[in-house]
Nanobody, 127 residues
Framework: QVRLRESGGGLVQAGGSLTLSCAAS????????MGWFRQAPGKERELVAA????????NYADAVKGRFTISRDNARNMLSLQMNSLRPEDTAVYHC????????????????????WGQGTQVAVSS
């Protein structure tokens, strides 16, 4: 069973950058597809970005394409999200999530497909 812990959130001005990290432990990290999701107050949890087991396939929400980059380091059991050109509407709690998959499976993008979650890290973007 994998355990996930996020870090790197904070308060930033619009146009600024942040890098979120997610440290995984307790499971074979390279066998998990990983995702970043966010939830703003009063809104549903939504996909930000997802990445396949080996990192060869990624998927981004339209709202973050061209601004955010998801990556993973399987040797260090780490997932990252580089966020540039941040906007006030990016304000949310960001969670990393994991699901064990087979190598040929499609990359999951729905939150209900993920069964391991971190506690989340707050990102606040001021205008």
């Amino acid at each position: 069973q994998v355990r996930l812990r996020e870090s790197g959130g904070g308060l930033v001005q619009a146009g600024g950058s942040l890098t979120l990290s997610c440290a995984a432990s307790g499971g074979p990290f390279r066998e998990y597809a990983m995702g970043w999701f966010r939830q703003a107050p009063g809104k549903e949890r939504e996909l930000v970005a997802a990445i396949s087991r080996a990192g060869g396939t990624t998927n981004y929400a339209d709202a973050v394409k061209g601004r955010f980059t998801i990556s993973r380091d399987n040797a260090r059991n780490m997932l990252s999200l580089q966020m540039n050109s941040l906007r006030p509407e990016d304000t949310a709690v960001y969670h990393c999530a994991a699901v064990r998959t087979i190598i040929t499976a499609p990359l999951p993008v729905l939150p209900e497909k993920y069964n391991y979650w971190g506690q989340g890290t707050q990102v606040a973007v001021s205008s």
